[in-house]
């Protein structure tokens, strides 16, 4: 029964509260692979997980963090060795499983995956959920067809999803891609990420069925009114 610190959430009648606690690995969720966590990122999530009915946590107490990277301890799952660098994010992470925010965690092997050679822990982790998510979201819209000339929106683009996507898809070529801001400051964040036009969110009318078709894609990230005013300016 290793002991180490890590952060668990409990559920009182008021208030939900969390803390730095000393654990045992009886305080883990089921899992076949016992991993060393070195880092785990924070995310829009993680912030909802500690608040009264944030939505996120099912059953307290739990130790949040909905993803992780580090070295594995020991492994039932043929797939890891002991030794070997793997990251995870999503799932049940941090959610209805223990998750990251934790000197050790366990987890089902199928939820996890190997660190790349050429990146470390903390690299990982700095692109973390918001980094796979970027990646996933725009892997999805070049198998829809997305091309370098298409004229491209990314919402939300100075935000954590929205800032690594931008970043990619600039890296990729793309040379007409417009980032979605809600505040004046945000402008010049986007241009360094890689926008080559940026547009003001309030100029993004909702409640109009038909509007002009400006863009070929949209990346969206913050949904609601504005991707509901958005559906009608893709071009189909």
Do not use: C
């Amino acid at each position: 029964m290793t002991n180490f610190k890590g952060f668990i959430v409990r559920n009182y009648d008021s208030k939900v509260e969390g803390q730095v606690e000393k654990l045992s690995t009886d305080d883990l969720s089921a899992g076949n692979v016992l991993i060393k966590v070195e880092y785990s990122s924070l995310n829009y999530k993680d912030m909802l997980a500690f608040q009264k009915n944030g939505g996120v946590i099912r059953n307290y107490p739990l130790i949040p963090g909905i993803d992780l990277a580090g070295i594995v301890i020991s492994s039932e799952d043929a797939n890891f060795k002991e030794g070997e660098w793997i990251l995870g994010a999503g799932y049940g992470l941090g959610v209805s499983h223990s998750g990251g925010l934790a000197e050790i965690a366990r987890v089902p092997g199928e939820w996890l995956t190997k660190v790349p050679e050429n990146m470390t822990t903390r690299e990982a982790m700095i692109y973390g959920t918001a980094g796979l998510t970027a990646g996933l979201s725009i892997k999805a819209l070049l198998e829809a067809g997305m091309k370098p000339e298409d004229h491209v929106l990314v919402t939300g683009s100075t935000g954590g999803v929205g800032s690594i996507a931008t970043k990619i898809l600039a890296k990729l070529g793309y040379e007409n891609l417009a980032a979605l801001v809600r505040k004046p400051g945000q402008a010049k964040i986007a241009q360094s990420l890689g926008a080559t036009e940026v547009i003001d969110a309030s100029s993004i009318r909702s409640g109009k069925p038909l509007q002009h078709q400006t863009f070929d894609y949209v990346l969206d990230t913050v949904g609601g009114d504005v991707a509901a005013a958005l559906l009608s300016m893709v071009k189909i």
